[in-house]
């Protein structure tokens, strides 16, 4: 058989899968099926087609049959030129619009009336059906997306959003296949997608939209915004407009006009199978892809033609994309577009290096949508160096898959590494020791001048590990099992327990391995605790991107009652995660460094609850000190940018345009304009920044507004150290009262009008009449105690406190 035959005899049952009858010239009838294909079909000037398609009778186009292996360029041509041959007598559609050019292994199609036409590469043949729908279509896709889009309006879309939508349309109009868009974790990528989505639909008419999620979890969450979403130039919500499918089953609704699954829903539905199990789509693929990498074989379905797909957004691109489920992606004629906060070199490949908008963590920071964060390092003997348990120690050995406990001697010394924590051995005082230093330094280097535990999340190896922290934090803090609980796929109802956690204020630290690592929106989240290793750099960022949501103060407070705002979030390094080399490629869920075949491991866990860690280190790590001096630049900048506008540090600042004292109401507008501008200049973040930039040069903490002074002064040199403005009040009154004498009752009534001045900046004869003065004789009493001098003394204590 000739490579051309060869190539023929695929096509033509490439073309019977998608619905075509197939036909020899002699004796052809193109009445007998909606969609035939005619070999050979003659043409003028001694011509013939290779094969000339018809729908209803009418030609609609033709096929340019080449060997395997033989470029489709010049097969493209060869097939445009027939469309000037066909016989004058030949029903057809108008232009003749279709033209294919294949050799069974590559197909490429094109749509003359696209415009500026361009040939694509496509999986199989579209449908009879597919074909007859598009030719009757007044416009193609493309026109439509080219001409109909109508210019966006900015609403209440953040300036991200809008330009990532902008772009992604105008990359569309030139019908560039495939996009990417970058934007950071908490920006809203799903937001603009929906979005887009809706502008696509409406104006671009796609016929329906193929969104693809991680794991099920985040379909779910993606639902939610769609239902959510209020159509702007309409005002009624997406989904009361167009049918919005969160698969469940293997069977697209035909109303469906948006269909949201996971790959490996898609690809069980392209093998033709009836159902896929839901706990299946649970799992990260950033994690959980413990199964053959190597891309997985599609072959056409005809129960899901390509066209079923005009456009795909792939949320999350994770790397294996671009490997083992490639080719489903690729089996459809369609757009897609990539949505990720952390796009790898392949990412960037694989979408042909369209990256049409890209919105990093530094720019959400600067804008609000998201908060920065600092490292905080506890290292611990034996999370560095392992251990050794003695031989004749009687210790547990725990099953791993019933985890029940049998009791024994050890018969000779058993050394184990940190690598074999929490796999091989359960050093039980490791995961105590760090918890204990975590809740010891809680309140004094993390959350100073706070009580309450911050929403914390801690990342566990596996669910066994998951489940020994649960109970340690539990008997650490002493409290009820409420406080702490686990969230993995394990749990009894996970989607219950993430609503939880984010809105009880009695759950206040989740453990979890990887089911709330990407994609779960828990914006209360203040801490993160890492008892893992990650040695993905994408996964990494995912995990961090669990704190850098920001949430409204009031929100804030109705789940941590003595949180003001949300200005960064805290990393404790647990495990020396933020110092390891990572890559590209993902590991496995709470892989180690040196992973043991799962046929060589003992079926049993040593349990170590015989040797005592010890802390060697706890601090910031020079992350930190990175992110404090990003802080304190842009507070410096906001202070040269106001300066001739905010009366408050025209004062404090010396301007030459300063008029008056400054008065409490000055510092209020100071700290709405420093939180409008960004919630990293809150006066809790600026105090904790320059704490981890010169501790040496800061003392105490902040607890009023009128720190802010001390925080300008500070920021301006003014001063050397920064001090709560409380205690620079006291100072100076020492001095002023040194050399004075008043007696004990006067000298009671001076402090009360200290510590007045200090909160409020003055002092007026009606402040008498309020607490704390009015309990002890109100401005009577004060009268009587100092008589005339009391206007004297009040203009003395403000110009030297508040100096």
Excluded at 182 to 205: E, N
Excluded at 249 to 262: F, W
Excluded at 342 to 350: E, I
Aim: hydrophobic share 35%; with cysteine.
């Amino acid at each position: 058989m000739t490579p051309e035959k060869k190539a023929r005899r695929t096509i033509d049952k490439m073309l019977e899968a998608s619905g075509w009858c197939v036909q020899n010239y002699s004796g052809h009838d193109t009445d007998v099926a909606l969609g035939i294909a005619v070999r050979e079909y003659p043409l003028k000037a001694s011509q013939s087609a290779d094969y000339l398609l018809f729908i209803n009778g009418t030609a609609v186009g033709v096929i340019e049959a080449k060997p395997e292996g033989i470029t489709l360029s010049g097969a493209l041509q060869q097939a445009q030129r027939y469309r000037a041959s066909l016989p004058d007598d030949l029903p057809r559609l108008p232009r003749f619009p279709f033209s294919y050019a294949s050799t069974g292994v590559e197909t490429y199609f094109r749509d003359i009336r696209d415009p500026d036409s361009r040939s694509r590469r496509v999986f199989t043949f579209h449908t009879p059906d597919s074909l007859w729908h598009q030719a009757n279509e007044l416009s193609t896709l493309r026109e439509n997306l080219k001409s109909d889009l109508p210019t966006l309006e900015r609403g209440d879309l953040r300036t991200c959003q809008f330009e990532a939508i902008t772009e992604l349309e105008k990359s569309l109009a030139e019908s560039r296949q495939r996009a990417l868009i970058q934007m950071a974790t908490g920006s809203g990528k799903t937001h603009a997608a929906v979005s887009s989505v809706y502008r696509l639909i409406k104006f671009g008419r796609a016929k329906r939209v193929l969104f693809l999620v991680d794991r099920n979890n985040l379909g779910r969450q993606t639902h939610r915004e769609f239902q959510a979403y209020t159509a702007p130039d309409d005002g009624r919500k997406f989904t009361e407009l167009y049918n919005v499918q969160h698969l469940s089953t293997n069977v697209i609704d035909e109303p469906s006009k948006v269909c949201i699954t996971t790959l490996q829903r898609l690809y069980a539905m392209l093998k033709g199978e009836t159902d896929y199990a839901s706990d299946a789509e649970e799992g990260s693929a950033f994690e959980n892809d413990t199964e053959d990498p190597s891309p997985q074989p599609v072959t056409y379905n005809p129960v899901i033609p390509i066209d079923t797909f005009d456009v795909i957004i792939v949320d999350e691109c994770h790397r294996s994309i671009y490997g083992k489920w490639r080719q489903v992606l690729e089996y459809f004629d369609a757009f897609i577009i990539g949505l990720t906060a952390t796009p790898y070199q392949q990412t960037l490949a694989f979408f042909n290096h369209n990256l049409v908008s890209e919105y990093r963590h530094e720019q959400a920071i600067e804008d609000n949508a998201n908060v920065g964060y600092y490292v905080y390092r506890i290292k611990t003997e034996i999370t560095q160096s392992g251990s050794t348990l003695e031989a004749g120690s009687y210790v547990a050995r725990r099953d791993r898959q019933n985890r029940r406990l049998n009791w024994d001697a050890l018969d000779a010394d058993v050394e184990y590494t940190e690598n074999q924590l929490d796999r091989d051995v359960v050093a039980v005082d490791q995961i105590r020791t760090v918890l204990e230093t975590f809740k010891a330094k809680l309140f004094i280097d993390l959350f100073p001048n706070r009580h309450i535990v911050p929403k914390t999340l801690i990342f566990a190896k596996d669910d066994s590990h998951a489940e020994d922290i649960v109970h340690i934090v539990r008997e650490v803090f002493a409290k009820g099992d409420e406080f702490c609980q686990k969230i993995t796929y394990q749990s009894d109802r996970p989607e219950d327990l993430i609503r939880r956690f984010r809105t009880d204020p009695i759950f206040r630290i989740a453990v979890s391995v990887d089911m709330i690592s990407t994609g779960t929106d828990i914006k209360p989240l203040e801490c993160l605790i890492f008892m893992r290793a990650v040695r993905s750099s994408g996964y990494f960022e995912q995990m961090k991107g669990r704190g850098v949501r920001v949430i409204h103060p009031d929100d804030l407070r109705a789940v941590t009652g003595d949180a003001n705002t949300k200005t960064h979030f805290i990393i404790v390094d647990a495990v020396g995660v933020c110092d390891s080399v990572k890559t590209d490629s993902q590991s496995l869920p709470g892989e180690p460094s040196d992973p043991i075949r799962p046929s060589n491991r003992d079926p049993n866990q040593l349990i170590d609850d015989i040797n005592e860690d010890e802390i060697l280190d706890t601090g910031f790590e020079d992350e930190s000190f990175t992110q404090a001096v990003t802080v304190i630049h842009g507070f410096k900048q906001f202070i040269s940018q106001n300066m001739d506008k905010l009366s408050a540090l025209q004062i404090l600042c010396r301007h030459p345009e300063a008029q008056g004292t400054l008065i409490e109401d000055d510092l209020k507008t100071l700290e709405e304009a420093l939180l409008q501008h960004s919630n990293s200049l809150s006066r809790e973040s600026l105090w904790f920044a320059y704490q981890r930039r010169s501790p040496e040069n800061v003392h105490g903490s902040t607890d009023q507004r009128t720190d802010l002074i001390s925080l300008v002064r500070f920021a301006n040199g003014d001063n050397f150290f920064l001090e709560p403005f409380r205690v620079t009040v006291n100072r100076h009154f020492e001095e002023w009262i040194t050399g004075k004498h008043f007696t004990p009752e006067q000298h009671k009534w001076l402090k009360m009008i200290r510590d007045h001045i200090a909160t409020s900046l003055d002092i007026q004869i009606e402040d008498f009449e309020y607490a704390p003065f009015a309990e002890l004789g109100n401005g009577a009493k004060v009268y009587q105690l100092f008589g005339d001098a009391l206007g004297d003394i009040l203009r003395e204590l403000m110009e030297k406190l508040v100096s």
